[in-house]
Protein backbone atom coordinates (compact mmCIF):
# COMPACT_ATOMS: atom_id res chain seq x y z
CA UNK A 1 0.00 0.00 0.00
CA UNK A 2 1.11 3.33 -0.84
CA UNK A 3 2.72 5.38 1.98
CA UNK A 4 0.38 8.39 2.83
CA UNK A 5 1.29 11.70 4.82
CA UNK A 6 0.48 11.68 8.78
CA UNK A 7 -2.42 13.36 10.18
CA UNK A 8 -2.67 14.73 13.89
CA UNK A 9 -4.14 12.52 16.64
CA UNK A 10 -7.09 14.90 16.97
CA UNK A 11 -8.12 13.66 13.62
CA UNK A 12 -7.63 9.97 14.64
CA UNK A 13 -10.04 10.96 18.30
CA UNK A 14 -12.48 12.46 16.08
CA UNK A 15 -12.69 9.09 13.56
CA UNK A 16 -12.61 6.61 15.65
CA UNK A 17 -14.64 8.02 18.27
CA UNK A 18 -17.64 8.64 15.47
CA UNK A 19 -16.89 5.47 14.28
CA UNK A 20 -17.49 3.91 17.98
CA UNK A 21 -20.80 5.92 18.35
CA UNK A 22 -22.04 4.31 14.99
CA UNK A 23 -24.36 1.14 15.51
CA UNK A 24 -23.16 -1.93 14.66
CA UNK A 25 -24.06 -2.44 11.16
CA UNK A 26 -22.34 -4.91 9.30
CA UNK A 27 -22.64 -7.04 5.54
CA UNK A 28 -20.36 -9.01 3.28
CA UNK A 29 -18.60 -6.91 1.27
CA UNK A 30 -16.33 -9.45 -0.75
CA UNK A 31 -16.09 -13.64 -1.41
CA UNK A 32 -13.22 -15.26 -2.50
CA UNK A 33 -13.71 -18.80 -2.73
CA UNK A 34 -14.75 -20.13 0.77
CA UNK A 35 -13.42 -16.71 2.51
CA UNK A 36 -16.10 -13.82 3.33
CA UNK A 37 -14.72 -10.38 3.78
CA UNK A 38 -17.09 -8.38 6.14
CA UNK A 39 -17.73 -4.06 6.10
CA UNK A 40 -16.34 -4.70 9.53
CA UNK A 41 -13.50 -6.12 8.77
CA UNK A 42 -12.57 -3.58 6.03
CA UNK A 43 -13.81 -0.74 8.80
CA UNK A 44 -10.96 -2.22 11.26
CA UNK A 45 -8.36 -2.00 8.64
CA UNK A 46 -9.15 1.86 7.95
CA UNK A 47 -9.02 2.75 11.55
CA UNK A 48 -5.39 0.91 11.67
CA UNK A 49 -4.37 2.82 8.60
CA UNK A 50 -5.61 6.08 10.33
CA UNK A 51 -4.45 5.55 13.80
CA UNK A 52 -0.69 5.21 11.85
CA UNK A 53 -0.63 8.31 10.81
CA UNK A 54 -3.10 8.61 7.57
CA UNK A 55 -5.12 11.29 6.23
CA UNK A 56 -9.36 10.19 6.42
CA UNK A 57 -9.33 9.57 2.33
CA UNK A 58 -12.16 6.83 2.85
CA UNK A 59 -11.48 6.32 -1.32
CA UNK A 60 -8.19 4.22 0.47
CA UNK A 61 -10.94 1.27 1.05
CA UNK A 62 -10.69 0.49 -2.23
CA UNK A 63 -6.95 0.16 -1.76
CA UNK A 64 -7.51 -1.89 1.61
CA UNK A 65 -10.09 -4.07 -0.24
CA UNK A 66 -7.87 -5.30 -2.80
CA UNK A 67 -5.31 -6.08 -0.62
CA UNK A 68 -7.69 -8.19 1.59
CA UNK A 69 -8.59 -10.45 -1.63
CA UNK A 70 -4.63 -10.56 -2.53
CA UNK A 71 -4.34 -11.83 0.83
CA UNK A 72 -7.02 -14.23 0.97
CA UNK A 73 -6.02 -15.61 -2.49
CA UNK A 74 -2.33 -15.96 -1.22
CA UNK A 75 -3.43 -18.05 2.31
CA UNK A 76 -5.85 -19.79 0.18
CA UNK A 77 -3.04 -21.19 -1.51
CA UNK A 78 -0.71 -21.29 1.71
CA UNK A 79 -2.91 -23.94 2.87
CA UNK A 80 -2.69 -25.88 0.39
CA UNK A 81 1.05 -26.12 0.60
CA UNK A 82 1.18 -26.37 4.17
CA UNK A 83 2.70 -22.85 4.58
CA UNK A 84 2.44 -21.12 7.98
CA UNK A 85 4.38 -18.88 10.68
CA UNK A 86 5.19 -19.05 14.04
CA UNK A 87 3.40 -17.51 16.77
CA UNK A 88 6.40 -16.17 17.70
CA UNK A 89 6.76 -14.07 14.92
CA UNK A 90 2.77 -13.47 14.67
CA UNK A 91 3.01 -12.04 18.60
CA UNK A 92 6.28 -10.01 17.81
CA UNK A 93 4.94 -8.37 14.96
CA UNK A 94 1.57 -7.09 16.78
CA UNK A 95 3.38 -5.86 19.64
CA UNK A 96 5.64 -4.27 17.11
CA UNK A 97 2.56 -2.57 15.49
CA UNK A 98 0.72 -1.91 18.65
CA UNK A 99 3.51 -0.22 20.60
CA UNK A 100 3.84 1.93 16.94
CA UNK A 101 0.17 3.04 17.39
CA UNK A 102 0.39 3.59 20.86
CA UNK A 103 3.11 6.04 19.88
CA UNK A 104 1.14 7.88 17.45
CA UNK A 105 -1.98 8.05 19.74
CA UNK A 106 0.07 9.92 22.82
CA UNK A 107 0.00 6.91 24.98
CA UNK A 108 -1.99 3.47 25.96
CA UNK A 109 -4.65 5.26 27.73
CA UNK A 110 -5.53 7.68 24.85
CA UNK A 111 -5.38 5.15 21.78
CA UNK A 112 -8.09 2.93 24.38
CA UNK A 113 -10.43 5.91 24.39
CA UNK A 114 -10.41 6.53 20.78
CA UNK A 115 -10.36 2.66 20.55
CA UNK A 116 -13.39 2.77 22.79
CA UNK A 117 -11.54 -0.82 23.41
CA UNK A 118 -8.37 -2.22 26.22
CA UNK A 119 -5.53 -2.32 24.23
CA UNK A 120 -5.78 -6.42 24.82
CA UNK A 121 -9.00 -6.84 22.91
CA UNK A 122 -7.27 -4.51 20.44
CA UNK A 123 -4.62 -6.82 19.86
CA UNK A 124 -6.77 -9.90 19.82
CA UNK A 125 -9.15 -8.51 17.00
CA UNK A 126 -5.86 -7.38 14.62
CA UNK A 127 -4.16 -10.62 15.39
CA UNK A 128 -5.75 -12.74 12.52
CA UNK A 129 -5.27 -9.92 9.69
CA UNK A 130 -1.75 -9.68 10.76
CA UNK A 131 -1.39 -13.52 10.30
CA UNK A 132 -3.29 -13.17 7.07
CA UNK A 133 -0.49 -10.63 6.37
CA UNK A 134 2.07 -12.61 7.42
CA UNK A 135 1.00 -16.31 5.77
CA UNK A 136 0.64 -14.01 2.54
CA UNK A 137 4.40 -12.66 2.34
CA UNK A 138 5.32 -15.77 3.08
CA UNK A 139 3.62 -17.10 0.15
CA UNK A 140 4.61 -15.10 -2.44
CA UNK A 141 8.38 -15.29 -1.66
CA UNK A 142 8.02 -19.36 -1.62
CA UNK A 143 6.53 -17.92 -5.20
CA UNK A 144 9.68 -16.36 -6.52
CA UNK A 145 11.97 -18.39 -4.32
CA UNK A 146 13.64 -19.74 -7.53
CA UNK A 147 13.71 -16.27 -9.42
CA UNK A 148 17.02 -15.26 -10.48
CA UNK A 149 18.44 -12.78 -13.21
CA UNK A 150 21.15 -13.25 -15.76
CA UNK A 151 23.54 -10.15 -16.87
CA UNK A 152 21.72 -10.71 -19.82
CA UNK A 153 18.75 -10.20 -18.34
CA UNK A 154 19.45 -7.24 -16.99
CA UNK A 155 20.80 -5.46 -20.38
CA UNK A 156 17.48 -6.48 -22.03
CA UNK A 157 15.74 -4.85 -19.10
CA UNK A 158 18.42 -1.79 -19.24
CA UNK A 159 17.37 -1.80 -23.46
CA UNK A 160 14.04 -1.35 -22.71
CA UNK A 161 14.42 2.06 -21.57
CA UNK A 162 14.27 4.87 -24.29
CA UNK A 163 17.19 6.59 -23.97
CA UNK A 164 15.09 9.85 -22.84
CA UNK A 165 13.81 8.30 -20.37
CA UNK A 166 16.86 6.84 -18.54
CA UNK A 167 16.57 7.95 -14.86
CA UNK A 168 18.90 10.86 -13.78
CA UNK A 169 21.66 9.57 -11.25
CA UNK A 170 22.17 12.17 -8.34
CA UNK A 171 25.89 12.33 -6.63
CA UNK A 172 26.29 9.38 -4.98
CA UNK A 173 28.92 8.84 -1.89
CA UNK A 174 30.21 5.70 -0.36
CA UNK A 175 31.07 6.29 2.87
CA UNK A 176 32.74 4.68 5.71
CA UNK A 177 32.64 5.65 9.47
CA UNK A 178 34.68 4.74 12.90
CA UNK A 179 32.21 5.62 15.45
CA UNK A 180 33.91 5.58 19.13
CA UNK A 181 31.67 6.21 22.68
CA UNK A 182 34.04 6.45 25.72
CA UNK A 183 33.79 3.98 28.28
CA UNK A 184 33.22 4.51 31.92
CA UNK A 185 35.25 3.31 34.62
CA UNK A 186 33.38 0.93 37.43
CA UNK A 187 34.08 4.09 39.89
CA UNK A 188 32.35 6.34 37.30
CA UNK A 189 29.49 4.43 36.50
CA UNK A 190 28.76 3.55 40.62
CA UNK A 191 26.43 6.21 40.90
CA UNK A 192 24.31 5.63 38.27
CA UNK A 193 24.13 1.94 39.72
CA UNK A 194 23.20 3.21 42.86
CA UNK A 195 20.58 5.63 41.53
CA UNK A 196 18.54 2.56 39.65
CA UNK A 197 19.33 0.74 42.76
CA UNK A 198 17.42 3.07 44.67
CA UNK A 199 14.38 2.69 42.66
CA UNK A 200 14.37 -1.14 43.22
CA UNK A 201 13.98 -0.62 46.68
CA UNK A 202 11.44 1.82 46.64
CA UNK A 203 9.76 -0.83 44.57
CA UNK A 204 10.49 -3.76 46.78
CA UNK A 205 8.79 -1.52 49.52
CA UNK A 206 5.48 -0.82 47.34
CA UNK A 207 5.80 1.53 45.24
CA UNK A 208 4.50 1.06 42.03
CA UNK A 209 6.86 0.37 39.47
CA UNK A 210 4.71 2.05 36.52
CA UNK A 211 4.64 5.43 38.29
CA UNK A 212 8.31 5.36 39.05
CA UNK A 213 8.87 4.49 35.81
CA UNK A 214 6.74 7.12 34.49
CA UNK A 215 8.81 9.72 36.29
CA UNK A 216 12.25 7.83 36.33
CA UNK A 217 13.12 5.79 33.76
CA UNK A 218 15.11 7.33 30.65
CA UNK A 219 13.69 5.33 27.83
CA UNK A 220 11.71 7.67 26.43
CA UNK A 221 10.09 4.85 24.06
CA UNK A 222 8.49 2.83 26.87
CA UNK A 223 8.73 5.22 29.64
CA UNK A 224 5.04 7.18 29.18
CA UNK A 225 3.26 3.74 29.20
CA UNK A 226 5.18 2.76 32.54
CA UNK A 227 8.12 0.78 31.15
CA UNK A 228 5.82 -1.48 29.52
CA UNK A 229 7.47 -3.21 26.53
CA UNK A 230 4.72 -5.55 25.35
CA UNK A 231 5.29 -9.45 24.54
CA UNK A 232 8.51 -10.00 23.13
CA UNK A 233 10.37 -13.35 22.38
CA UNK A 234 14.03 -14.04 22.79
CA UNK A 235 15.39 -12.81 20.23
CA UNK A 236 14.05 -9.38 20.57
CA UNK A 237 16.31 -7.81 23.63
CA UNK A 238 19.87 -8.20 24.01
CA UNK A 239 21.04 -11.26 25.75
CA UNK A 240 21.79 -9.29 29.19
CA UNK A 241 17.93 -8.07 29.10
CA UNK A 242 16.90 -11.31 28.03
CA UNK A 243 18.25 -13.68 30.26
CA UNK A 244 16.77 -11.57 33.42
CA UNK A 245 12.84 -11.40 31.50
CA UNK A 246 13.09 -14.90 30.99
CA UNK A 247 14.25 -16.60 34.62
CA UNK A 248 11.53 -14.56 36.27
CA UNK A 249 8.04 -15.73 37.22
CA UNK A 250 5.16 -12.74 36.62
CA UNK A 251 5.27 -9.79 39.51
CA UNK A 252 8.80 -10.70 40.26
CA UNK A 253 11.65 -7.53 40.05
CA UNK A 254 15.17 -8.16 38.90
CA UNK A 255 18.17 -6.69 40.80
CA UNK A 256 19.92 -4.03 38.96
CA UNK A 257 21.90 -5.60 35.61
CA UNK A 258 23.81 -3.83 32.77
CA UNK A 259 23.36 -3.66 29.14
CA UNK A 260 25.18 -1.58 26.41
CA UNK A 261 22.08 0.97 26.96
CA UNK A 262 22.64 1.34 30.96
CA UNK A 263 21.23 -0.08 33.81
CA UNK A 264 18.19 -1.89 33.85
CA UNK A 265 15.28 -3.27 36.67
CA UNK A 266 12.81 -5.08 35.28
CA UNK A 267 9.01 -6.77 36.00
CA UNK A 268 7.59 -9.81 34.63
CA UNK A 269 3.80 -9.13 33.87
CA UNK A 270 2.57 -11.85 32.12
CA UNK A 271 4.52 -15.05 30.56
CA UNK A 272 3.00 -16.56 27.40
CA UNK A 273 4.59 -19.46 26.18
CA UNK A 274 8.11 -18.34 24.82
CA UNK A 275 6.96 -14.54 24.81
CA UNK A 276 7.34 -12.42 28.05
CA UNK A 277 5.47 -9.18 28.98
CA UNK A 278 7.88 -7.01 30.69
CA UNK A 279 8.55 -3.53 32.22
CA UNK A 280 11.83 -1.79 33.01
CA UNK A 281 13.26 1.14 34.12
CA UNK A 282 16.34 2.51 32.34
CA UNK A 283 19.33 5.02 33.64
CA UNK A 284 22.09 5.86 31.49
CA UNK A 285 25.07 6.20 32.87
CA UNK A 286 26.11 9.81 31.55
CA UNK A 287 30.01 10.74 30.32
CA UNK A 288 32.69 12.49 32.30
CA UNK A 289 35.45 14.59 31.08
CA UNK A 290 37.77 12.00 31.70
CA UNK A 291 36.12 9.22 29.92
CA UNK A 292 35.67 12.11 26.62
CA UNK A 293 39.69 12.74 26.84
CA UNK A 294 40.64 8.84 27.26
CA UNK A 295 38.33 8.14 23.97
CA UNK A 296 39.89 11.17 22.18
CA UNK A 297 42.72 9.98 22.76
CA UNK A 298 41.94 6.80 21.42
CA UNK A 299 40.30 8.18 18.04
CA UNK A 300 43.26 10.12 17.37
CA UNK A 301 45.83 7.32 17.85
CA UNK A 302 43.62 5.43 15.64
CA UNK A 303 43.63 8.20 13.22
CA UNK A 304 46.90 8.54 13.01
CA UNK A 305 47.26 4.64 12.31
CA UNK A 306 45.31 5.51 9.13
CA UNK A 307 46.73 7.97 7.73
CA UNK A 308 50.23 6.65 8.02
CA UNK A 309 48.67 3.74 6.40
CA UNK A 310 49.90 1.23 9.36
CA UNK A 311 46.40 -0.25 9.35
CA UNK A 312 43.72 -0.30 6.38
CA UNK A 313 40.10 1.32 7.52
CA UNK A 314 37.98 -1.85 7.12
CA UNK A 315 40.30 -3.36 9.97
CA UNK A 316 40.17 -0.16 12.07
CA UNK A 317 35.90 -0.62 11.62
CA UNK A 318 36.07 -4.16 12.91
CA UNK A 319 38.24 -3.73 15.53
CA UNK A 320 37.43 -0.16 16.88
CA UNK A 321 33.92 1.05 15.75
CA UNK A 322 30.88 0.91 18.33
CA UNK A 323 28.06 1.01 14.86
CA UNK A 324 27.07 -2.61 14.88
CA UNK A 325 25.54 -2.04 11.49
CA UNK A 326 28.41 -1.25 9.88
CA UNK A 327 31.47 -2.63 12.28
CA UNK A 328 31.54 -5.87 9.84
CA UNK A 329 30.92 -3.75 6.83
CA UNK A 330 34.30 -2.61 6.47
CA UNK A 331 32.80 0.02 8.05
CA UNK A 332 30.99 1.41 5.09
CA UNK A 333 27.27 3.06 5.26
CA UNK A 334 24.46 1.52 3.92
CA UNK A 335 21.28 2.01 2.02
CA UNK A 336 18.25 0.72 0.72
CA UNK A 337 15.47 2.39 -1.34
CA UNK A 338 12.16 0.59 -1.53
CA UNK A 339 13.43 -1.59 -4.81
CA UNK A 340 16.91 -1.77 -4.74
CA UNK A 341 19.00 -4.07 -2.08
CA UNK A 342 21.30 -2.80 0.43
CA UNK A 343 24.19 -0.86 -1.50
CA UNK A 344 27.21 1.26 -0.22
CA UNK A 345 26.28 3.80 -2.62
CA UNK A 346 24.23 6.76 -0.91
CA UNK A 347 22.84 9.37 -2.79
CA UNK A 348 23.49 12.89 -1.38
CA UNK A 349 19.85 13.71 0.27
CA UNK A 350 19.97 10.51 1.61
CA UNK A 351 22.90 10.38 3.72
CA UNK A 352 23.22 11.65 7.05
CA UNK A 353 23.36 15.67 6.87
CA UNK A 354 26.00 15.81 9.41
CA UNK A 355 28.00 13.22 7.44
CA UNK A 356 27.49 14.66 4.47
CA UNK A 357 28.60 18.25 5.45
CA UNK A 358 32.28 16.40 6.27
CA UNK A 359 32.46 13.82 3.31
CA UNK A 360 31.22 16.76 0.54
CA UNK A 361 34.18 18.89 1.39
CA UNK A 362 36.44 16.02 1.29
CA UNK A 363 38.77 14.57 -1.51
CA UNK A 364 37.78 10.66 -2.36
CA UNK A 365 40.56 8.20 -0.33
CA UNK A 366 40.75 11.03 2.43
CA UNK A 367 40.08 10.19 6.27
CA UNK A 368 38.83 13.18 8.05
CA UNK A 369 40.44 14.22 11.85
CA UNK A 370 37.91 12.74 14.53
CA UNK A 371 34.82 14.76 14.98
CA UNK A 372 32.71 15.22 18.04
CA UNK A 373 29.36 14.03 17.69
CA UNK A 374 25.78 13.29 19.17
CA UNK A 375 23.75 10.23 18.03
CA UNK A 376 20.13 10.11 18.36
CA UNK A 377 19.88 8.85 21.88
CA UNK A 378 22.28 12.25 22.93
CA UNK A 379 25.32 9.88 23.59
CA UNK A 380 28.35 11.94 22.53
CA UNK A 381 31.51 10.54 21.49
CA UNK A 382 33.65 10.88 17.98
CA UNK A 383 33.56 9.80 14.66
CA UNK A 384 35.82 8.97 11.45
CA UNK A 385 34.94 9.35 8.60
CA UNK A 386 36.54 7.81 5.15
CA UNK A 387 35.20 9.13 1.51
CA UNK A 388 35.82 5.70 -1.31
CA UNK A 389 34.69 7.22 -3.67
CA UNK A 390 31.76 10.14 -5.08
CA UNK A 391 30.17 9.51 -8.59
CA UNK A 392 28.83 12.87 -9.88
CA UNK A 393 25.24 13.29 -10.56
CA UNK A 394 24.94 11.57 -14.36
CA UNK A 395 22.40 10.01 -17.02
CA UNK A 396 22.12 6.25 -15.75
CA UNK A 397 24.28 3.70 -17.51
CA UNK A 398 24.72 0.44 -17.27
CA UNK A 399 28.44 0.40 -16.64
CA UNK A 400 27.72 2.74 -13.75
CA UNK A 401 24.65 1.92 -12.48
CA UNK A 402 24.71 -1.90 -13.37
CA UNK A 403 23.72 -3.33 -9.28
CA UNK A 404 20.46 -0.78 -9.63
CA UNK A 405 19.38 -2.17 -13.02
CA UNK A 406 20.14 -5.60 -11.50
CA UNK A 407 18.12 -5.08 -8.94
CA UNK A 408 15.24 -3.04 -11.14
CA UNK A 409 15.42 -6.21 -13.15
CA UNK A 410 14.93 -8.83 -10.67
CA UNK A 411 12.11 -7.04 -8.81
CA UNK A 412 10.52 -6.59 -12.63
CA UNK A 413 10.90 -10.60 -13.10
CA UNK A 414 9.23 -11.02 -9.56
CA UNK A 415 6.24 -9.05 -10.36
CA UNK A 416 5.97 -10.61 -13.46
CA UNK A 417 6.03 -13.89 -12.00
CA UNK A 418 3.39 -12.95 -9.47
CA UNK A 419 0.95 -11.42 -11.76
CA UNK A 420 1.15 -14.46 -13.61
CA UNK A 421 0.16 -16.43 -10.87
CA UNK A 422 -2.37 -14.64 -9.74
CA UNK A 423 -4.16 -14.36 -13.15
CA UNK A 424 -4.30 -18.37 -13.25
CA UNK A 425 -5.27 -18.46 -9.47
CA UNK A 426 -8.37 -16.27 -10.13
CA UNK A 427 -9.34 -17.45 -13.15
CA UNK A 428 -10.36 -20.69 -10.93
CA UNK A 429 -11.54 -19.09 -8.22
CA UNK A 430 -14.82 -17.57 -6.99
CA UNK A 431 -15.22 -14.01 -6.55
CA UNK A 432 -18.04 -12.00 -5.77
CA UNK A 433 -17.79 -8.26 -4.48
CA UNK A 434 -20.40 -5.74 -3.44
CA UNK A 435 -21.78 -3.20 -5.78
CA UNK A 436 -20.67 -0.17 -3.91
CA UNK A 437 -17.21 -1.43 -4.39
CA UNK A 438 -17.44 -2.33 -8.14
CA UNK A 439 -16.50 0.72 -9.84
CA UNK A 440 -13.16 1.05 -7.26
CA UNK A 441 -10.16 1.35 -9.56
CA UNK A 442 -7.80 -0.87 -7.65
CA UNK A 443 -10.26 -3.42 -7.97
CA UNK A 444 -10.86 -3.54 -11.76
CA UNK A 445 -8.63 -6.77 -12.26
CA UNK A 446 -11.35 -8.75 -10.13
CA UNK A 447 -14.36 -7.01 -10.87
CA UNK A 448 -13.18 -7.54 -15.05
CA UNK A 449 -12.85 -11.47 -13.96
CA UNK A 450 -16.50 -11.13 -12.51
CA UNK A 451 -18.09 -9.46 -15.50
CA UNK A 452 -16.27 -12.08 -18.23
CA UNK A 453 -18.09 -14.99 -15.96
CA UNK A 454 -21.34 -13.19 -16.38
Given amino acids: MKKFLMITGGLICLFLNTQAQKKNIDKVVAVLGSNIILLSD????????LNMGNPDNPSVKCEILRQILTNKLLKQQAEIDSITVDESQIDEEVDKRMRYQIQKAGGQERLEQFLNRSVLQYKDEI?????????????????????????????????????????????????????MFPKLTKAEKQKFHDKIDAL??????????????????????????????????????????????????????????????????????????????ARHILIRPQ?????????????????????????????????????????????MLLYADNVTARTSFIPADKLDPKVFLVADTMKVGEISAPTLFTDQSGKEGYKIIYLKSKI????????????????????????????????????????????DYTDCAELKMWTSQISAKK
Fill in 392 to 435: PPHKANLEQDYAKFKEYAQQDKVNRELSAWFEKKRVNTYVRIDE
Fill in 287 to 331: NTPASMDRIKLKADTIYKSLVSKKVPFSFAASQYSDNKESQYNGG
Fill in 42 to 49: LNQQYAQY
Fill in 127 to 179: RPDIKEQLISRKMESHITQDINITPLEVKKYFDSYKKDSLPDIPTEFEVGEIV
Fill in 200 to 277: RLRVKSGEDFAFLAKSYSEDPGSAPEGGDLGFFDRKAMVKEFTAQAFKLKAGEVSNVFETEHGFHILQVIERRGEQVQ
